[in-house]
């Protein structure tokens, strides 16, 4: 379910690509069902964005599988035309000890998308959203305008890490992402904690 009021959101399907992307090196703090947490870390009181709602589940999530994803919030004024994303990912071994992530390939950890606004003028031009946002029915190109957003259980697609990789994916995660201006003036901030394992197939059953 999907409903949105007032102006469209675009900044939200952005988050979307990027909490999909993620996902992939995520995983928990505690062992529980409470692992997951999240908190809007936005430090101006005058900031734009708003966070008000994050879930998920399953917690913690399992790959490969298929997280469901709620976010809710609102963006209180129209954003400049040029935006940034700072994405900074740590892992806790032995649920202590905290390793930042680097950036991988320019795409996934600890990385910043300069100017997102650019990579999605080919939307712009086209006037269509990809095929895995168009059923939400709202804008996924710039500029993106004040409004109220409310997702509701949006499927995501966890694929199955294999090699090196995937022998570290179990573990205690932290991600936060910072939305910034072209003068690197913060616009919104999310700190998200969540687990991840690795799914068990056994001899009768998959967990």
């Not at 700072?86 to 930042?100: A, C, D, G, L």
Request: aromatic share 10%.
């Amino acid at each position: 379910m999907v409903n949105f009021n007032h102006n469209k959101i675009t900044l939200f399907p952005v988050l979307i690509l990027l909490l999909t992307g993620c996902t992939t090196i995520l995983g928990r703090r505690k062992r529980d069902n409470k692992s997951f947490k999240f908190s809007d870390c936005g430090s101006d009181p005058n900031r734009p964005i708003l966070f008000h709602h994050v879930k998920i589940h399953p917690n913690p999530i399992v790959t490969p599988g298929t997280l469901e994803l709620s976010m809710a919030g609102n963006i209180t004024h129209d954003l400049p035309r040029r935006i940034s994303i700072e994405m900074k990912v740590t892992k806790y071994f032995f649920n202590r000890i905290p390793f930042s992530l680097p950036c991988f390939e320019n795409q996934i950890g600890s990385c910043t998308y300069d100017n997102i606004c650019q990579n999605l003028e080919r939307f712009e031009k086209r006037q269509r959203c990809p095929k895995r946002l168009r059923h939400l029915d709202i804008q996924c190109y710039c500029p993106f305008h004040a409004g109220v957003f409310s997702v509701k259980n949006l499927a995501v697609n966890i694929p199955r890490i294999g090699g090196y990789a995937g022998s570290f994916v179990k573990g205690d995660y932290a991600v936060n992402f910072r939305i910034l201006d072209e003068d690197s003036g913060e616009l919104g901030c999310l700190n998200l904690r969540f687990a991840m394992k690795k799914r068990n197939k056994g001899w009768l059953f998959r967990i």
